[in-house]
């Protein structure tokens, strides 16, 4: 069973960091481009970050550019979300999702990716 598993959200102040992981179980995520993706209700779910495993290239929203930075860790099975610099905007229920490679990441379309996790919540508040 293909299974992606969110970690490192919590409640954080303006200004502050937060780290999320996304684990893979039942697939090798070097087999996959992973996008990071954020939702706030009411809202449609938005692309924020990207992560090809065929070239190595990222891709970031310009509303988290300079502030987030995705990385991979294929040995562990694991992709990265460090977010700085956080704002009450980032507020939001974060996704990582998968879909095969080779992938562009530069044109990250939600519809692209079939293997979800279940998110989790980042709140930035004071």
């Known amino acids: 069973q293909v299974q992606l598993v969110e970690s490192g959200g919590g409640l954080v102040q303006p200004g502050g960091s937060l780290r999320l992981s996304c684990g893979g179980s039942?697939?090798?995520?070097?087999?996959?481009?992973i996008g990071w993706f954020r939702q706030v209700p009411g809202k449609e779910r938005e692309g924020i970050s990207c992560?090809?495993?065929?070239?190595?290239?990222?891709y970031y929203a310009n509303s988290v550019k300079g502030r987030f930075i995705i990385s991979r860790d294929d040995r562990k099975n694991m992709v990265y979300l460090q977010m700085n610099s956080l704002k009450s905007e980032d507020t939001a229920r974060y996704y990582c999702?998968?879909?095969?490679?080779?992938?562009?990441?530069?044109?990250?379309?939600?519809?692209?990716?079939?293997?979800w996790g279940q998110g989790t919540q980042v709140t930035v508040s004071s």
């Open positions: 992560a090809s495993s065929s070239d190595g290239s990222t």
């Open positions: 039942g697939l090798s995520l070097d087999d996959y481009a």
């Open positions: 999702a998968a879909t095969p490679t080779p992938y562009w990441c530069g044109g990250l379309e939600i519809l692209d990716f079939g293997s």
